[in-house]
């Protein structure tokens, strides 16, 4: 079983759904990231979590750490917002400052 | 203040060559990271280097690998003989410190493709 699994796999969606994309992790973590990737494209650091709920724009992150869980919101999804979003955990390690990612979520949106 | 910087975009190497990976930290940052991301998979930590020093190479494969993040200049991921499953895009971070929860900052990412 991988220490980080993110749900869905793939999501379609129309344009202007609220789009919810959930990670789950089985080791302590001092900190959560969730990042996206264009394709063909870099990567791009959203949010860095340890604890509780951050907004940026039309992107919500929330984490609850006693479940071992966090989500990624999108509100009122556009066409652009269409890439891979991969969640990363930093173990609680002094030294071995190790990320775990998952594999990462692929969304669509339709226009 | 330039983002990092990662070059060549794009390489593409024969069986047998060697290939090197240049990662340009983001100005103030002494640590770096590489990360590998084979098709169709996730990304997986490869070795995390402070200038000068290795402080974790063990996501990196024990042949053929090796990096460096000399004092002057860009962080050096070399793969030496390269083989057909080297071919992935290869992702530098960069941090200007460890701490709980630093974030770090990634590189657009160098696409090796071995024939």
């Known amino acids: 079983k991988n220490e980080v699994e993110q749900s869905p796999q793939n999501l379609t969606a129309q344009e202007g759904e609220f789009i919810t994309i959930n990670c789950s992790y089985s080791v302590g973590i001092s900190a959560l990231h969730w990042l996206q990737q264009h394709p063909g494209g870099g990567i791009v650091s959203l949010f860095m979590?340890?604890?509780g709920k951050k907004k940026h724009g039309r992107l919500i992150a929330t984490i609850n750490i006693q479940e071992k869980h966090s989500s990624l919101h999108i509100t009122a999804s556009h066409p652009r917002d269409s890439a891979v979003y991969i969640c990363a955990v930093r173990r609680s390690m002094n030294r071995d400052d190790k990320i775990i990612f998952g594999k990462g979520t692929r969304l669509h949106i339709l226009p | 203040n330039a983002g990092v910087m990662q070059n060549p975009r794009h390489l593409v190497r024969r069986r047998g060559q060697e290939a090197r990976l240049r990662c340009s930290p983001m100005?103030?940052?002494?640590?770096v990271y590489w990360y590998r991301q084979l098709p169709e998979e996730g990304l997986k930590f490869m070795v995390y280097?402070?200038?000068?020093?290795?402080?974790?190479e063990s996501g990196m494969p024990k042949e053929r690998f090796s990096a460096e993040f000399p004092k002057e200049g860009p962080s050096i991921l070399r793969i030496q003989q390269v083989v057909r499953g080297d071919s992935a895009a290869y992702f530098c971070?960069?941090?200007?410190?460890?701490?709980?929860?630093?974030?770090?900052?990634f590189g657009p990412g160098t696409r090796l493709l071995v024939l």
């Open positions: 979590l340890s604890s």
């Open positions: 280097l402070q200038k000068e020093n290795i402080i974790d």
């Open positions: 971070a960069s941090s200007p410190l460890v701490g709980v929860g630093e974030t770090q900052y």
């Open positions: 100005k103030g940052h002494s640590h």
